[in-house]
Nanobody
Framework: QVELVESGGGSVQPGGSLRLSCAASGITFDVYAIGWFRQAPGKDREGVICISNSGGTTYYADSVEGRFTISRDNAKNTVYLQMNSLKPEDTAVYYC?????????????????WGQGTQVTVSS
């Protein structure tokens, strides 16, 4: 049984930081590209950032480049999303995704496995 469990969401003021974690089980973690997607109310789910199986980063959203970083710990089957300088427009439910073997694509319909999502709210 595949599980992706996100944690670390919450409420923060503009300019603040949060670190999300995604713990995976039931997959061969070290061959998967792992991505973060987000969905704001009334909007489509969009790709944010991804890390390939070899550790390369792909930014899907230009608006987060320079503020968000992604990392992985294959020994712990966990991916981290460090979010700095948060803005109100970053408010959304953030989803972890096991996209597929090796490479990042950002294509929502082709994602193999999804987490349940964690809420991030940026507001003063």
């Amino acid at each position: 049984q595949v599980e992706l469990v996100e944690s670390g969401g919450g409420s923060v003021q503009p300019g603040g930081s949060l670190r999300l974690s995604c713990a995976a089980s039931g997959i061969t973690f070290d061959v998967y590209a792992i991505g973060w997607f987000r969905q704001a109310p009334g909007k489509d789910r969009e790709g944010v950032i991804c890390i390939s199986n070899s550790g390369g980063t792909t930014y899907y959203a230009d608006s987060v480049e320079g503020r968000f970083t992604i990392s992985r710990d294959n020994a712990k089957n966990t991916v981290y999303l460090q979010m700095n300088s948060l803005k109100p427009e970053d408010t959304a439910v953030y989803y972890c995704a096991a996209e597929g073997y090796y490479y990042c694509s950002g294509y929502v319909p082709s994602v193999d496995h999804w987490g349940q999502g964690t809420q991030v709210t940026v507001s003063s």
